[in-house]
Every structure is written in structure tokens, then in C-alpha cells.
């Protein structure tokens, strides 16, 4: 990452040293498809095809959802969506474990490879549909869901520490937003914090697969 990516994602926000250090020193080209691994496209500023018609997010977004998380190595994350695996290796830097949920399988495969070839070992991939969650291994103290949902997800909200937070992009009135959702004496508390352009949450407490098929999507 260069000084001159560093300074644009500082002029809109991203400013956390811990997270710019992490998103500074993982091969990002290493998670994108061939046609993409120019260091000018796959630093740039928009999403990228990872296959399955889905999208890698942009540096910009992975750093603003990862500092809404307020992470320390103490806490154990739970992230919905794992995609190309890019955003489950910039947390495993900055916490304890990565429980990371995909439902399609061939991108969960795909994203374990890269992540072992880096040598980080405090990720666990899930294939299925992480709008329930994992119970198993709940509460977790931070929750990040990496695709747009209708609403907060009940089910995975129940499954949050008191006192964690929950990062997930939110569809109000056909926009989208990325809101930070503190669980506060058992309740969300939540907190828009930008505009955001996301791929749906299929799933049981997302958009149902049947619905997005009749519509179109
Ligand atoms: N975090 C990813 C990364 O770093 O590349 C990007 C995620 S991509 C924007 C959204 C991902 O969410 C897609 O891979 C999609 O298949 C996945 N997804 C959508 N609904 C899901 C569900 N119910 N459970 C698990 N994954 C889901």
C-alpha cells in the first residue's frame, strides 16, 4: 500500500494506526482474481470480482468496518461473508480468533488456501448460512457481516457478547448503509456510519434466495 493510498483512506476516516498497519502489510493482490492483480486495480477504489457474482470490497470499506470494530487481541470475531478471505486475514491481525461463514463453498476453499499459504493460523472457514450464526462457538465479542442485510439479523445479534458491537451494511429505503450496532443492556444500539454498496446476505434472516430470484437479482 502506498503513501498516497495511506493518505486518501486518512483523509476519509480511516485513521486507526493499528488498522492502517495491517492493511499495509497483507498482499492484497493475493486475494483477487489474475485480471486484477496490477497493484493499481486491486488497491483502487471500488470492489472487485472474486466469482460466484460476488465482490472483493475496497481497501476503503475493509478499513472503515474493521476500525467501527474497535478490536483487541483479546476478542473473538465472527464474520459473515468470507469472500475472497481478505477481510477475515486484515481481523486476525488485530484479534484473537476469526470465525468466518461462506455460504458459497468453492470461495471458502479458496480463501482457506491463500490464508495458509500466509502462515495465519487463528482463522476458522464455515461453509453454510451465516445469517443464523454459529451457536457453537458463540457469544463472540465482535460480529462483522461483509454483505448488505434488510435489517439486523436477530438471530446473530443474540449470539454478541453485552457490550460487543456488530458491523454490517443495512438496506433502509433502497440505500445502503454500513451501521455499527452496540449491544447495550441485552438491546442495539445503532449507529449509521457510511453510505455503502454491498452484495445481498442470502440466507434465512437475509434476503431469501427464492425472493432474490423472483425479483431479479
Ligand atoms: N469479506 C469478503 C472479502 O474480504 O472478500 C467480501 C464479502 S462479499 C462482499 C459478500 C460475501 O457474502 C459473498 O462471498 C457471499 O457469497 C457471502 N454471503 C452472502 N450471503 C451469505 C450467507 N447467508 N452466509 C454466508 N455468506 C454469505
Given at each position: 500500500m502506498n503513501k498516497k493510498l495511506t493518505g486518501s483512506l486518512i483523509s476519509k476516516g480511516v485513521d486507526n494506526k493499528a488498522v492502517l498497519g495491517v492493511l499495509g502489510k497483507?498482499?492484497?493482490?493475493?486475494?483477487?482474481e489474475q485480471p486484477f492483480r496490477n497493484i493499481e486495480i486491486c488497491y483502487g477504489d471500488s470492489p472487485l470480482p472474486i466469482g460466484h457474482s460476488q465482490t472483493i470490497s475496497s481497501v476503503y470499506t475493509v478499513g472503515l468496518m474493521t476500525q467501527a470494530l474497535?478490536?483487541?487481541?483479546e476478542h473473538k470475531v465472527l464474520e459473515i461473508g468470507t469472500g475472497s478471505g481478505y477481510q477475515a486475514a486484515v481481523l486476525s491481525f488485530l484479534c484473537a480468533s476469526v470465525f468466518t461463514i461462506e455460504r458459497i463453498r468453492d470461495l471458502s476453499l479458496k480463501a482457506r488456501v491463500v490464508i495458509e499459504s500466509l502462515d495465519i493460523r487463528n482463522v476458522t472457514f464455515i461453509v453454510g448460512?451465516?445469517?443464523?450464526?454459529?451457536?457453537?462457538?458463540?457469544?463472540?465479542?465482535r460480529i462483522i457481516i461483509t454483505a448488505c442485510s434488510p435489517d439486523i439479523p436477530m438471530p446473530l445479534f443474540n449470539q454478541l457478547s453485552e457490550g460487543g458491537i456488530m458491523v454490517v451494511p443495512l438496506e433502509r429505503d433502497g440505500f445502503q448503509s454500513i451501521c455499527s450496532i452496540e449491544k447495550k443492556n441485552g438491546e442495539p444500539v445503532s449507529k449509521d456510519i457510511a453510505p455503502a454498496n454491498f452484495v445481498k446476505l442470502i440466507g434465512k434472516n437475509g434476503y431469501e434466495a427464492q425472493t432474490l430470484n423472483r425479483c431479479g437479482f
Open positions: 497483507i498482499p492484497r493482490e493475493k486475494f483477487v474497535s478490536l483487541n487481541k448460512d451465516g445469517s443464523i450464526g454459529f451457536g457453537e462457538y458463540a457469544p463472540y465479542d
